[in-house]
């Protein structure tokens, strides 16, 4: 399929907000998505520097923009200066994605509903499971309530700073039936605490320069439970390449990125999004240096 695509006067602009934003795959993704629908869309990427993003946000009026991706650092920020925001995005306190609904801006937030589709597609229901997560940034926020609407049992979040866990367990407590509870990062090398674990998360970005990942016993996990890095480079993270050693199954973050993508293209669209053209241009444009 071609990707040349000529510009016009119906053209109409989505766009992806961050700072930096070279390394960003998502215009490929989407840009393949736009033409195998036939639509007159373009996605591109635009650097907002932190102090810009109220007036980066009130251009995407002032240019009618369909609506955009937000990644870091503004996530968070971006909150404040919209009109209104879906439930998922109010509970996470953060934004991937705005849609410009005829100068109405909502904010919402593709990315749990995103891992939790991946989680799916890998025939992996967390209902009624022990998880472990490792992290307690923005990516765990969304994790988090996907995992605790979706009824999973118990999750543990191990951070290296201890407090930034203890406040996710405080803000989420009463979110569900879940049993949450914060740890350092030195319990993950205790055997009680993956003895029941189903699935084990890195939310952390350990890992992304190709560093070892943080101790842990791999081995003490049951043989069933599922290794999960949101990480989606290096091909094989130090965290997945030892769940292979342990002989456990893993996932690596591209499928999350995957469908939180599809996600934010059916809320631009309203159309189903082409998975099979999407996987092949992600696909294509992370073998690709950025
Ligand atoms: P944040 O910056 O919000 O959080 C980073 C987390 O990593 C914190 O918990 C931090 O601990 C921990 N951390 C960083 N360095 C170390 C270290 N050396 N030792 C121990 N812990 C460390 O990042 P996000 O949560 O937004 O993202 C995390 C990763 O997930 C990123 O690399 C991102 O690319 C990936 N991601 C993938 C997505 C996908 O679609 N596949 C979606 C979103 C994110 P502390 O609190 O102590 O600083």
Redesign the pocket.
Known sequence: MSLSFTITGQTRIVGIFGDPITHTRSPAMQNAAFRARGLPYIYVPLLVRSPDLRHAVQAIRAYNLVGVNVT?PHKERIVRYLDALSAEADLCGAVNTVINCEGTLLGDNT?GR?FLVSLQERGFSPHRREVVIV??????RAVLVSLIRAGTERITIA???LT?AQSLVRAYRTLGKTQLEAVS?DKLQDPLLLKNSALVIN????G?HGEPF?PLAFDATPRNCLFYD???RPELTSFLRQARNARRAGVD?RR??LH?GALAFSLWTRQPAPLEVMTRALNRALRTPS
Do not use: E, F, I
Not at 135 to 140: E, I, V
């Open positions: 870091v990315d995103g992290g307690a940034g923005g990516s765990t951070n290296r700073t930034k990062l939310c952390t970005s350990v992304l943080l949101l990480l989606y973050g999350m990125l939180q």
